[in-house]
């Protein structure tokens, strides 16, 4: 079994900066790709950012594309998810996630999630 732990979460004023760390219990496998998700309080989960095992290809949601970047250190099983700009609507729990293999961003594809970590952006 797999543990991925989020931390870096917290309170931000519009236009603050918040970086997400995501630390995995053990490699899931060579070329896994990872991503990190979040879900607002009444919707549903919704895909943020991923990227594959080298880094060499990310994926971002419109609504954070420019904002948001997100990083992996495979030496320390660790991905990132730095995120600028803040804004209200960027509210939610975000949760990191461990594909099966290299296709970002297929949910239907996660196999292991992280517990969460809450972002809250004031206003």
């Known amino acids: 079994q797999v543990r991925l732990v989020e931390s870096g979460g917290g309170l931000v004023q519009a236009g603050g900066s918040l970086r997400l760390s995501c630390a995995s219990s053990?490699?899931?496998?060579?070329?896994?790709?990872m991503g990190w998700y979040r879900q607002a309080p009444g919707k549903e989960r919704e895909f943020v950012a991923g990227i594959s095992w080298r880094g060499g290809s990310t994926s971002y949601a419109d609504s954070v594309k420019g904002r948001f970047t997100i990083s992996r250190d495979n030496a320390k099983d660790t991905v990132y998810l730095q995120m600028n700009s803040l804004r209200p609507e960027d509210t939610a729990d975000y949760y990191c996630?461990?594909?099966?293999?290299?296709?970002?961003?297929?949910?239907?594809?996660?196999?292991?999630w992280g517990q969460g970590t809450q972002v809250t952006v004031s206003s």
């Open positions: 053990r490699r899931t496998s060579s070329n896994n790709a």
């Open positions: 996630a461990s594909y099966r293999g290299s296709i970002i961003g297929d949910t239907r594809s996660v196999a292991y």
